[in-house]
């Protein structure tokens, strides 16, 4: 951690950084030490090699918000970004995207794809209910590039690939030098104001969290 941001990088490149047990484990843990170290203000989640997250699994319960976690997220996401990991930016006040990387979603036939339920539900706290029902109904092409994720209004920000970690950690500097506590009020109650974040529960069901 530097300047009270908190920097996350998924480190699994061989698999694609694919979201696995272990891996959801392990993040699990790493946001409970956030969500309790009140010297973190503002949160980085990157990624080591190409892609950012590439995994067939849901993500329910994995990310930030579902830990209770009202620090603002920034995303950065080279390569493909798919499934679960959609999830992430559901979750995230900002999302900056490298000019390569692509949304890949489930492949519905005819050059259409959709993406996963549980992305789509996160995206109508960032998306106009009428962009989510058009996503629903006619998919997108099934490989998103950034700038057509930015056009939608998925993605803040495209910059190049070399420049990506440290655009993210600027803004996330700039985050970190506001007055944390009304900033994450603020995330809260925005939060709050658009429906419960989802969360996995002891018995494994999908919950709210409180």
């Known amino acids: ?103 890949v979603g489930v492949d519905t036939g005819a050059g259409a794809a959709t993406l996963e339920p549980s992305a789509l539900a996160g995206l109508t706290r960032r998306l106009p209910l009428g962009t989510i029902l058009r996503l629903t109904a006619l998919g997108v092409d099934p490989r998103l590039s950034a700038r057509g994720a930015m056009r939608l209004g998925i993605v803040s920000e495209v910059v190049s690939g ?4 440290s655009r993210a950690d600027d803004v996330a500097r700039s985050i970190a030098r506001r007055p944390p506590a009304a900033v994450q009020a603020g995330v809260r109650a925005v939060w709050d104001l658009t429906g419960p974040v989802r969360r996995v529960t002891a018995s494994g069901r999908p919950g709210a969290v409180p």
């Open 1 to 103: 951690m530097a300047d009270h941001v908190a920097t996350v990088t998924l480190n699994d490149p061989e698999s694609g950084n694919a979201l696995t047990g272990s891996l959801c484990e392990e993040l699990a843990r790493v946001w409970a030490r956030i969500r309790d170290d009140d010297d973190v203000r503002a949160i980085v989640i990157r990624a080591a090699g190409r892609d950012f997250s590439v995994s067939e699994t849901d993500a329910l319960g994995t990310w930030p918000k579902s830990h209770r976690v009202w620090k603002p997220l920034v995303t950065a996401v080279q390569g493909e970004i798919t499934g679960g990991g959609l999830d992430c930016l559901a979750e995230s006040e900002i999302v900056l995207c490298s000019d390569t990387a692509m949304l």
């Open 162 to 165: 070399d420049l990506l970690w």
